[in-house]
Each structure stands twice: as C-alpha cells, then as structure tokens.
C-alpha cells in the first residue's frame, strides 16, 4: 500500500505535509478532500479522523495519523529534516508548536477570511490582525539573524511555517515589511523545488 495524503489543495496545513513527502521523495498519493464542500465531515472521512480535519494520512501499514506537525515528524522521523542534535531538535520542536499556537491562527486565519469569505482587510478582527503582525516579526527577528529557523540548515519547521507564511499577502500582510522573511521564503520554496 502506498502512503495516501488526504488534503485540501487550499490549505497550508496539507501543503506542509505534501512538501514534506515530496522533498524526502516518498511515493504518496494524494486525495483531494474539499473542506469548503464539507468533505471532511464525512463518515468515510471521519473513520480516519474523528476530529474532522485535513490533512490526514493512511500510512503503508493501513493506519491513519492526523495534524499536520505530527505526520511531518513521522515521515522525517531519521531524515535530514528532523536536528540530531538534541537542543537543535528542541528548538525545531519550539518552532513547531509555536507555529500552530502563535502563527497559523492568526496568519491563516485572516487570510482564509478574505480569500476564501470575501471579507475585506477593514473587516478583520483587529487582535488578529496584531496577532498576526507579531507573528511575522517574530520569524524577522529571527531570520534576521539565522538563514533558517533552526540555524544553517533546512529542518520541519521552515517547512511547516513557510506554508502560510509565503501567502500571508492574501490575508492582507505586507511582506515587504519582512525582508529576511522574503529571503527566507525564496530560500525554502528553492530547496523544496516550489
């Protein structure tokens, strides 16, 4: 049986973990599921993950693993992308949980309100425009300071932050006040051939 990816091609919590796959060159397939359509609340869907979320995978053996961070770790579990360093892997670790607790609720949020609700940038939560905002400086002060999240090297948090980060424009964020998060996206789309 072959790796099956089960995601929404508009998510960047799927994407993360298409990357992932792809930059190891696991052989996956991938199965569109449209959460806009309501395709993962259904029976078939929540057999695999109850809490009815993309992305999920059925891995070779049968077995089904959902949230995007802990499939990513499990495909790199041994790879180059995964610090064997244990303060490095700690801190690849920080980036991961701080991703979906202080980035992608606020980053992909505003974004998936204005492209995909139609609201506009005015309409937006101020806090989660701050949020936001905070998010963005946050990785510019790092980056200002390492080419990558982790140091030298590419590891799964660049490719699990990158994922909102590089269309966080669509949620109404200017980039162009990031210049080491610009350097940084360009730096991780080339190494993962986007």
């Not at 999920?56 to 579990?77: C, T």
């Not at 991961?96 to 202080?102: A, G, H, I, T, V």
């Not at 992608?104 to 609201?119: D, H, I, K, S």
Request: charged share 20%; with cysteine.
């Amino acid at each position: 049986m072959t790796l099956r990816i089960l995601g929404d091609s508009l998510s960047g919590n799927c994407l993360k973990v298409k990357w992932t796959a792809q930059h190891l060159r696991l052989p996956f397939d991938w199965i569109e599921v449209d959460v806009l359509k309501s395709e993962s609340r259904t029976p078939e869907f929540l057999a695999l993950n109850p809490a009815g979320q993309v992305p999920a995978v059925i891995l070779d053996d049968g077995r089904s693993l959902a949230q995007s961070n802990a499939i990513m770790l499990h495909l790199a579990e041994g790879s180059a992308l995964v610090p064997t360093d244990a303060y490095e892997r700690a801190k690849m670790y920080e980036w991961l949980f701080w991703e979906q607790y202080s980035h992608e609720p606020y980053v992909a949020v505003a974004r998936f309100q204005m492209a995909y609700l139609g609201r506009s940038a005015a309409e937006l939560d101020v806090k989660l425009v701050e949020r936001g905002a905070a998010a963005l400086a946050r990785l510019e002060s790092q980056l200002a300071t390492t080419p990558y999240l982790v140091g030298a090297r590419l590891t799964l948090a660049d490719i699990a932050l990158v994922a909102y980060t590089r269309v966080a424009h669509e949620g109404g964020f200017d980039l162009s006040a990031y210049p080491a998060v610009q350097a940084w996206i360009g730096r991780v789309e080339t190494a993962l051939g986007l």
